[in-house]
């Protein structure tokens, strides 16, 4: 899940409990409203990468949720 940090139609809060349901939840942030594909597209590529690196081909379940994380802007 990659949540925008500056989104006011889908807020990052609304994520922040998404680990209690889904189960290998990956989430991370980027600096962006909610256009984050045309905002900020090297970091979203850059987040997609590591997962599929790490996830899909690597040995790990999941990148987790960052320590700390609230949903709040960055």
């Not at 899940?1 to 349901?21: C, H, Q, W, Y």
């Not at 942030?29 to 905002?39: D, G, K, N, Q």
């Not at 979203?44 to 040995?59: A, D, H, L, P, S």
């Not at 790990?60 to 960052?66: D, I, M």
């Amino acid at each position: 899940m990659i949540t925008a940090s500056r989104d006011d139609a889908v807020l990052p809060a609304f994520a922040k409990r998404m680990g209690e349901n889904v189960k290998h939840l990956t989430l991370r942030e980027v600096p962006t409203s909610h256009w984050a594909l045309w905002e900020g597209a090297g970091g979203v590529n850059r987040i997609i990468e590591e997962w599929i690196e790490k996830v899909v081909f690597g040995e790990e379940k999941s990148l987790g949720v960052p320590e700390g994380y609230t949903g709040s802007k960055l």
